[in-house]
């Protein structure tokens, strides 16, 4: 287990490296991401207007070792490949109409926010492809993969940069009303308030400390504002005390309307109305259906939703707190 745990702190603190170098005030608009080997396409092609589809096809992915990662940075790619990392997604297939609702469900370390992390293009799929609208994101600009995709994960990923910089940073117009309103609605009123510089102060690394649950209600207050066309939610709520978790799932469900969305580890309420539900295990779509067909089916779905959802009083639980695996 150490062995395999090695690797991973290493390219988390390459990662960190990276970012330090790279995401300073003037700079943090034009970093999609802390990966050096992520790119823009110089002649990128547009987005189509109206709802976005999202479809993964065949995709295989492992996650880049440190060491490549820091050789690109180097732009020495050519020596990248040579040590082939071990592959996590083995050949997903998704597809996600425009405004519908895929739930992921499946165990802790199946894959899921791999995926998540695929469709806003923080990595690239080493074979197969990503599309939004049919597009591959690698052919799209980064402005309009960012202002297209909004994404609320646990951890809650800010830039080391003020409040209103993270928050501007999907939808770089916004006016600080704006900013505030979005605040209010991901429950930081309070927390705006009391702030030594207001929408100015710092987070992020070596920034304002925040707490995890701040951090996230963050990240949902830059949804709020972006209200991208594709919304992903990996666990987006995990940090939340019932209190917060059910105001703030208000505001969420709102922010679903109408988009397309992916949404991981959610309420059962939430998967159970999702259009489609995949279950991922070892990196593959093992099942994948709506709730009626899967339980019908007698399957992994079932068997999760026996075991795990079950616990979670019906229809509409006042806390979240499900791991569907
Ligand atoms: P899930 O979200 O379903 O719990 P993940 O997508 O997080 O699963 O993880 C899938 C696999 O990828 C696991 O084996 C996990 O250890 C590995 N993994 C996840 N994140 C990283 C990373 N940043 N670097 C290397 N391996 C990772
Ligand atoms: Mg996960």
Redesign the pocket.
Known sequence: LTRLYT??TA??NARVDVMTALVSFERVFEVLDLDPMIRERPDPLPLPDGPVSVALRDVRFG?PSAEQVSLASLEEVAVLDQRPSEE?LHGVDLEVGAGQLLALV??????????ASLVPRLYDVDSGAVTLSGVDVRDLAFADLRGAVGVVTQDGHLFHSSIAENLRYAKPDATDAEIVEALRRARLGELFESLPDGLDTVVGERGYRLSGGERQRLTIARLLLARPRVVILDEATAHLDSESESAVQEALVEALSGRTAIV?AHRLSTVRRADTIAV?EH?RVVESGTHEELIAAGGRYAVLHRTQFAQQPDPDPPHDGIECG
């Open positions: 690797p991973m390219l988390a996650y996590v499946g165990s802790s370390g199946a894959g899921k926010s791999t995926i991981i991922v990196g």
